[in-house]
């Protein structure tokens, strides 16, 4: 059974500092999404990552994925407020039915 | 192109009521995917159909748990004799299906409060 943790669930940054996300699963997957998602909101996708090695970035936003290590990154790069959310990865189950299982949440707060 | 619809987009209930939740997928898709997301908690798999078909069903509770995706019409999922527990958002996703662009889009889901 796939399983995704990521770490850490709750960060505290002040404006202008760095950060990394952890996802780690425990299955084979060749699509691994990150997802922000505001209070009371839907999910917003930010990033697809299909193969060992891919980067992508977005504004202040990078992510990569090792499909060797079943690892993917999420790091911030001079945070602002306005990145203040909860931040998910989900991996894509892989054979037969094919549905997403969600990490816990990164809840980041960027304070000024 | 319209996204994924979801309504009501609130819903109150008392203990013991009926819960239906309506899910519009996007034009052209015909992948249906229900999540529930618990207070605090990332979004579970319930449910994945396909038009008047159950592909996946491992994440629903056995019980007062069902959903379908008739030919016309949107995707449901029923909650019978909700209780305190089902409070939660629901959200629905639709994709294409299998193929290059396997993402599934998101609604804006339905919050349910059960009193």
């Known amino acids: 059974e796939l399983k995704v943790e990521q770490n850490p669930l709750f960060l505290s940054m002040q404006e202008g500092k760095n950060y990394t996300i952890y996802c780690n699963y425990s299955t084979t997957s060749d699509r691994l999404y990150w997802y922000r998602q505001d209070p009371g909101k839907s999910l917003e996708s930010l990033f697809v990552l299909l193969s060992n090695g891919a980067v992508k970035q977005e504004g202040r936003l990078m992510a990569s994925l090792d499909t060797k290590a079943r690892l993917s990154t999420l790091h911030i790069t001079a945070a602002v407020h306005d990145l203040s959310a909860t931040y998910f990865c989900a991996v894509l189950t892989q054979g037969g039915s094919e549905k997403l299982v969600f990490g816990k949440g990164t809840k980041l707060t960027v304070n000024p | 192109n319209a996204g994924v619809m979801q309504n009501p987009r609130h819903l109150v209930r008392r203990r013991g009521q009926e819960a239906r939740l309506r899910c519009s997928p996007m034009k052209g898709h015909s992948h249906v995917y229900w999540y529930r997301q618990l207070p605090e908690e990332g979004l579970k798999f319930m449910v994945y159909l396909q038009k008047e078909n159950i592909i996946d069903e491992s994440g629903m509770p056995k019980e007062r748990f069902s959903a379908e995706f008739p030919k016309e019409g949107p995707s449901i999922l029923r909650i019978q004799q909700v209780v305190r527990g089902d409070s939660a958002a629901y959200f629905c996703?639709?994709?294409?299906?299998?193929?290059?662009?396997?993402?599934?889009?998101f609604g804006p889901g339905t919050r349910l409060t059960v009193t």
């Open positions: 996703a639709s994709s294409p299906g299998p193929g290059r662009d396997r993402e599934q889009y």
